[in-house]
């Protein structure tokens, strides 16, 4: 009974509690429908203050819509009445000229119609004039109008002649004193110093123990040094310096920088005195590529063909009469500028062909032409256009002038080499004459190189020695000789030395 009592007790416990937790559950779904309930009527709410504040808004934009269209049409209504307005002015204004055009018409008509009876009055009196004058002169009114004319052309033509003539010679003068003006000006705008080249160079050294290293064993370093660069080597008691002799810039150039190489390394002997050479050969040759690119960039001139260009370049180390010929042609440049400038000519174009004038004295070969006639194939060559090639060719007369170009370039040529002191024509000569020993040397089949040293009284001839004997150098040495005594005039003698040398290399792999 005790257990059954209990087992009651706990299932009356538990429905209680069941009963107990379903009401919780209901009275809470009825707390979340009521609260659902308010906030739908919260979001109706909402919805309708928005509602009716889109409304409002739409309301108040569309009323300002329609105020400012009306303000619009009331500006257009404002601008029409002022345009009917002014259009009322100038209609009144037409009429009123109109009326005043009317009435000046009747008195123009009134004064053409006064005006063609006093014409007939003049025209009746006219003909009776003619005819009394007719009557006294004996002679028909065409017959003196023939004469009068005649008289009258007679003396136009004479006064016109003598007035042409005046202005000819006004002409003439102004002419004479523009060009002048011209040419002055442009001397006195490239005024530059003139330093004639020369035929040494001085290589300064620090003490005489390097003048005896550059000499070395029995003189063979300096006879190494002489036969790779052409170049006469003088070692004398002059303290502290060698003089390097030789007529072409180039060679005497290469001899001072490799000998300057030479120094600094301290290794001085014929093998690195050739490797040396070579290498400043090749250097100098990007040098002179350099200056030919770096003169056309400072004188403005593009489109120039690489080949051109590397010429002028070498032009550092070419002379003209002992006048530098890269500075020579600057200038030309330069006052070609200034005076198509002054005439209203083509500034970049007189400049370019004041650049290349002389470019035909830089080949090293030499052919019969003039040196304007080379140029201007060298010019054709690489693409110049038709009035740089007349000017270059035509710089000394050797072909007809055919653009305005061309008497420019010759004006500023004369003038550029025309300067007191820019020019010797001993140096020139002197120059000539040391390479025609070399080019007459160079003639001969088998000579590979030639040198003229001592200013021209020695000729150093290498030959090849596989197409040159023993034998054969000996009677080369005696030809050229000959050919030398015979042909040229030179002062003093000429020593003429051939140097045949046979070298076998190897290379250990």
């Known amino acids: 009974m005790w257990s059954v009592g209990l087992l009651i007790g706990l299932f009356g416990g538990a429905g209680g509690t069941f009963i107990a937790q379903r009401f919780?559950?209901?009275?809470?779904?009825?707390q979340i429908i009521k609260n659902a309930e308010l906030e739908a009527?919260?979001?109706?709410?909402?919805?309708?203050?928005?509602?009716?504040?889109?409304?409002?808004?739409?309301?108040?934009?569309?009323?300002?819509?329609?105020?400012?269209?009306?303000?619009?049409?009331?500006?257009?209504?404002?601008?029409?009445?002022?345009?009917?307005?002014t259009l009322?002015?100038?209609?009144?204004?037409?009429?009123?000229?109109?009326?005043?055009?009317?009435?000046?018409?009747?008195?123009?008509?009134?004064?053409?119609?006064?005006?063609?009876?006093?014409?007939?009055?003049?025209?009746?009196?006219?003909?009776?004039?003619?005819?009394?004058?007719?009557?006294?002169?004996?002679?028909?009114?065409?017959?003196?109008?023939?004469h009068l004319m005649t008289a009258l052309t007679d003396e136009a033509r004479t006064a016109a002649m003598a007035t042409i003539k005046e202005i000819t010679e006004e002409a003439k003068l102004n002419a004479n004193k523009e060009a002048r003006k011209i040419v002055i000006q442009s001397i006195q705008r490239v005024a530059t110093e003139q330093a004639v080249e020369n035929a040494v160079s001085v290589f300064n050294i620090e003490s005489d123990e390097?003048?005896?290293?550059?000499?070395?064993?029995?003189?063979?370093?300096?006879?190494?040094?002489?036969?790779?660069?052409?170049?006469?080597?003088?070692?004398?008691?002059?303290?502290?310096?060698?003089?390097?002799?030789?007529?072409?810039?180039v060679r005497r150039e290469i001899a001072r920088l490799s000998l300057h190489q030479l120094v600094s390394d301290g290794r001085i002997h014929p093998a690195?005195?050739?490797?040396?050479v070579a290498k400043t050969r090749k250097q100098l040759d990007e040098e002179i590529a350099e200056t030919g690119r770096r003169t056309c960039i400072d004188l403005g001139i593009h489109g120039l063909h690489p080949e051109l260009m590397r010429m002028v370049g070498r032009m550092k180390y070419r002379s003209s009469y002992g006048q530098n010929l890269l500075q020579h042609s600057r200038e030309v440049a330069n006052l070609c500028a200034i005076m198509a400038a002054e005439l209203g000519l083509n500034v970049k174009l007189a400049k370019r062909a004041g650049l290349l004038h002389d470019i035909g004295k830089v080949p090293d070969e030499e052919p019969e032409l003039p040196h304007a006639i080379l140029g201007m194939k060298i010019a054709e060559k690489f693409?110049?256009?038709?009035?740089?090639?007349?000017?270059?060719?035509?710089?000394h007369d050797e072909i007809e002038m055919t653009t305005?170009?061309?008497?420019?370039?010759?004006?500023?040529?004369?003038?550029?080499?025309?300067?007191?002191?820019?020019?010797?024509?001993?140096?020139?000569?002197?120059?000539?004459?040391i390479?025609?020993?070399?080019?007459?040397?160079?003639?001969?089949?088998?000579?590979?190189?030639?040198?003229?040293?001592?200013?021209?009284?020695?000729?150093?001839?290498?030959?090849?020695?596989?197409?040159?004997?023993?034998?054969?150098?000996?009677?080369?040495?005696?030809?050229?000789?000959?050919?030398?005594q015979t042909e040229m005039t030179y002062p003093g003698q000429v020593k003429v030395t051939v140097i045949r040398e046979k070298r076998s290399v190897h290379y250990a792999k």
């Not at 119609?113 to 025209?123: C, K, N, S, T």
């Not at 036969?227 to 810039?249: H, K, N, Q, R, W």
């Not at 693409?383 to 710089?395: Q, S, T």
């Open 24 to 30: 919780l559950i209901q009275s809470k779904s009825q």
């Open 404 to 433: 305005l170009i061309s008497p420019i370039v010759q004006v500023c040529d004369a003038i550029s080499g025309a300067r007191p002191g820019a020019r010797r024509e001993i140096v020139e000569a002197y120059i000539k004459r």
């Open 272 to 276: 690195r005195i050739e490797e040396v």
């Open 88 to 146: 009322n002015q100038k209609l009144e204004e037409l009429n009123r000229k109109e009326k005043e055009a009317e009435k000046a018409k009747g008195d123009y008509e009134a004064k053409v119609q006064a005006l063609e009876v006093r014409q007939a009055e003049l025209d009746k009196m006219q003909q009776k004039q003619v005819a009394e004058l007719s009557k006294i002169s004996n002679l028909s009114p065409e017959d003196a109008k023939n």
């Open 210 to 249: 390097v003048k005896g290293r550059i000499i070395g064993r029995e003189g063979r370093n300096i006879r190494a040094l002489e036969a790779a660069t052409g170049v006469e080597i003088i070692v004398d008691d002059t303290p502290e310096a060698i003089i390097l002799s030789c007529f072409d810039p």
């Open 435 to 484: 390479k025609e020993l070399e080019n007459l040397a160079l003639s001969y089949d088998g000579v590979s190189s030639a040198y003229a040293i001592q200013a021209g009284r020695e000729l150093r001839v290498l030959v090849e020695a596989e197409k040159v004997t023993d034998q054969r150098s000996e009677e080369l040495s005696f030809n050229i000789s000959q050919r030398i």
């Open 383 to 395: 693409g110049e256009k038709g009035d740089v090639l007349n000017a270059i060719g035509a710089h």
């Open 41 to 85: 009527e919260n979001i109706r709410k909402e919805r309708a203050l928005q509602s009716k504040e889109k409304f409002l808004k739409q309301k108040e934009e569309h009323e300002e819509s329609i105020r400012e269209r009306e303000k619009r049409m009331q500006s257009n209504e404002d601008r029409f009445r002022a345009k009917e307005k």
